[in-house]
């Protein structure tokens, strides 16, 4: 289907979280990343504390020590260690990995109350320690998966898993905030606690590990050989070798370009304000309670983006809106340095969130529908690794400029003084690069798109009052189901594989509309009883052509676009190349124009792939029982010419058809189209709900146990 968008997912109807071993599984996956994040918060924080005598140069870099401590491994050393992890006994590996982390957080306060000069740096050895141990668990997790859960409901299983790492961020995040806010209880009650919140979260992270430790220990997961070959880094998580394969993808057009550029932005500015919103909010005077919410609220404007994204304005342009969503992101960062308080600071790193979340769905959207397929994989390689080491290199940056740059305080005549922060100087600088890199990245995105339609606020408009911009875009934009078709002479099986392709799809969860040419429609029925009727001799070559072609567009309009729009997979038996080589190439009409006449009643709709049957006419015609209709009692020369119109139609496009020798045994030849037809149908990970930060290496959607 030429128009179309990929494969619709399964219906999947039942709940992956039924399967018990994959459901204890995802909540120990879900304490180990709320004790994570929870980690990360506490320890930028108990850096700032303990630096807050020092320098403000000091101040900053210790902040930036603990964030590339946190962040940078995962990113730049993933594949060494992943190729390591492979051949370590999985279950071990993450109770192991689990059971140490918690031993260094809790170590974290403990050394700090024995010695105060050491706490520093025990904090980063320790942090340093865990992030290494994080590399080993990560790809034993991700490996696990597949051993518990069905292949048809992977994709679920993996979406469950992002939500546990990504979600578990605003919950953390919260959590901290509300330690932070009882922190002087915290300390009345147990006096000796040096910084009572930021201990508590890390006792606290150090508790989840070990019951996440509990609960894998006592999973009964499947024996797996311990790879021993060779080391195999996986490409995919090697940011770096990502971004460098991925540049060819860049050469596919400005749209890429413009995707990679915004999530770049983005990214970069939500790394900004994870690196410097500690400092920036002790200078607005909220301490932990405020990064707490801070954090928070930026992880809950990308969660709020990635879900509605796709729902946004629906009927305005995906690229422009692409385009509006890293200006906004952009926009959003720059007013969180320039503005001084530290509820709007919120109500900011919520709107930049949004920004980076819509950006990040709507690009993996029009990358997935506008690339061609030999460049698609590299394009997301590209987006992944861009997206993951511009958050690094924020986050990491953003302290150290801001304690280059210092926190000055002009004298504006008089008492009045205006504080400027090093902190909110590097957001506003941020913010004003991120501005001018979005309006680049707005072009990119918008040069050459060939459905332009008028100037970007009238589009704006109509689609805010719920116009149709053109009908064409919105149908462009809904076809989202699979178009198979099945081809060939009389007798030669089209009708029995049909139905066993439709059983087999709909068994995995699709929804099939197994169809057929002509008479699918009640004019469609009609037709067909004019068409085979053999009392009919007289209807002239041209007449056939238009009758067949009147079927066809009632079909197409009535029951095969719908379907196709609402993510069915659609089987048909027969189709136009039935008209090419019936009524071309048998009754000798120019192909050429049966072709377009064709083509304007099926408005120009072309399946995804043709299943051609292939059969002498003797085989065919005499498998079937019956009476010969009006076609069927053609001649054999007739039906000789059909069959050589079939093979050359697939002969000039073999990308898009599968020929099979319809004397092969029935379940053969269903075998075969099983075969061809698997590659098509839906990746069990959705793309576009793949990670958007680089914290935890993104989830494969594979991997062989
Ligand atoms: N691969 C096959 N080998 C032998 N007979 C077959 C095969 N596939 C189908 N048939 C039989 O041939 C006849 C015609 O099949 P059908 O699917 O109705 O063909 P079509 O729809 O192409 O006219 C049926 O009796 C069917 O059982
Ligand atoms: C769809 C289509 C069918 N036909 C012919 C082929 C068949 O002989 C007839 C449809 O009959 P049908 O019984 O559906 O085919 P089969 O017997 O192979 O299952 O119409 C055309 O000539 N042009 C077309 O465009």
């Not at 128009?3 to 071993?21: F, M, Y």
């Not at 962040?71 to 689990?98: H, I, Y």
């Amino acid at each position: 289907m030429s128009r179309s968008a990929p494969l619709g997912a399964p219906a999947e109807a039942q709940n992956v979280l039924a399967i018990t071993p994959f459901r204890r599984l995802w909540i120990s996956l879900s304490l180990s990343n709320l004790g994570d994040w929870l980690s990360l918060l506490a320890l930028v924080s108990l850096a700032a504390i303990f630096t807050a005598e020092s320098s403000t140069l000091v101040h900053y870099l210790a902040v930036t020590g603990v964030v590339a401590i946190k962040l940078a491994p995962a990113v730049l050393l993933s594949p060494l260690v992943g190729s390591l992890a492979d051949r370590l006994d999985r279950r071990w590996t993450m109770v192991g990995g689990d059971v140490l982390r918690g031993l260094l957080y809790v170590s974290i306060p403990v050394v700090g109350l024995l010695s105060s000069g050491f706490a520093l740096q025990w904090l980063l050895i320790a942090s340093l320690l865990a992030e290494i141990v994080a590399l080993l668990w990560t790809p034993a997790r991700d490996a696990t998966i597949p051993t518990l859960v069905p292949k048809r409901m992977l994709g679920q299983a993996n979406k469950l898993t992002l939500l546990a790492t990504y979600g578990a961020a605003p919950v953390a995040a919260l959590l901290f905030a509300a330690l932070a806010s009882v922190s002087n209880l915290l300390g009345a009650l147990v006096p000796s606690m040096a910084n009572p919140e930021a201990d508590v979260a890390l006792y606290l992270n150090a508790l989840t590990f070990f019951v996440a430790a509990i609960v894998v220990a006592s999973l009964p997961l499947p024996k797996h050989a311990v790879s021993k070959g060779s080391l195999s880094p996986n490409r995919d998580a090697n940011t770096i070798h990502a971004v460098l394969a991925g540049r060819t993808a860049v050469g596919s057009g400005p749209l890429v370009r413009g995707v990679v550029t915004g999530l770049a932005v983005t990214a970069a500015a939500g790394g900004l304000v994870l690196g410097v919103g500690r400092p920036h909010v002790e200078n607005l005077g909220a301490g932990n309670a405020g990064f707490g919410v801070l954090v928070a609220a930026l992880f809950l404007g990308l969660g709020l983006g990635v879900v509605s994204g796709p729902r946004v304005l629906k009927q305005f342009s995906r690229r422009r809106l692409l385009g509006l969503a890293v200006v906004l992101g952009a926009l959003a960062l720059l007013f969180t340095g320039a503005i001084s308080d530290m509820v709007l600071s919120a109500v900011l790193a919520l709107v930049l969130g949004l920004g980076a979340g819509l950006t990040w769905v709507i690009g993996t959207g029009l990358i997935s529908v506008e690339v061609e397929e030999e460049q698609r994989d590299s394009a997301f390689a590209l987006l992944h690794g861009t997206g993951r080491l511009a958050l690094l290199l924020g986050a990491v940056l953003a302290p150290l400029a801001a304690g280059f740059a210092g926190d000055h305080e002009i004298p504006l005549g008089g008492p009045l003084t205006y504080d400027l922060y090093g902190s909110g100087l590097v957001l506003m600088a941020g913010g004003l690069i991120a501005v001018v890199a979005a309006v680049v990245a707005y072009r990119q995105a918008n040069t050459g798109d060939p459905e332009a339609g008028p100037g970007l606020l009238p589009e704006l408009f109509a689609a805010l009052r719920g116009v149709t911009p053109t009908a064409e875009e919105e149908e462009e934009a809904r076809l989202t189901g699979a178009f198979i078709v099945l081809e060939g002479g009389e007798g030669a099986g089209k009708s029995t594989q049909v139905r066993e392709l439709t059983v087999w799809l709909r068994d995995q969860g699709f929804e099939v509309v197994g169809t057929r040419q002509p008479g699918a429609t009640k004019l469609g029925m009609r037709l067909r009883g004019i068409l085979l009727d053999r009392e009919n001799s007289h209807i002239t070559d041209r007449a056939e052509v238009l009758l067949y072609a009147a079927d066809k567009a009632d079909h197409v309009e009535q029951e095969i676009l719908p379907a196709l729009r609402r993510g069915a997979v659609v089987i048909s038996d027969r189709y136009v190349d039935s008209l090419l080589a019936y009524q071309g190439a048998g009754r000798d009409l120019a192909v050429e124009d049966v072709g377009e006449i064709s083509a304007w009643a099926t408005q120009g709709l072309v399946p995804d792939l043709t299943v051609l049957l292939d059969v002498r006419p003797e085989d065919g015609l005499s498998r079937l029982g019956g009476p010969a209709d009006r076609i069927e009692s053609e001649s054999v020369e007739f039906h000789t010419r059909v069959r050589k119109g079939f093979r050359s139609l697939a002969e000039a496009n073999p990308d898009r058809y599968l020929v099979l020798d319809a004397r092969e045994p029935q379940e053969k030849i269903t075998r075969e189209i099983q075969r061809r037809l698997r590659p098509l149908l839906p990746d069990p990970i959705d793309s576009s709900s793949e990670a958007v930060t680089g914290m935890i290496p993104v989830i494969r959607p594979e991997q062989e146990a």
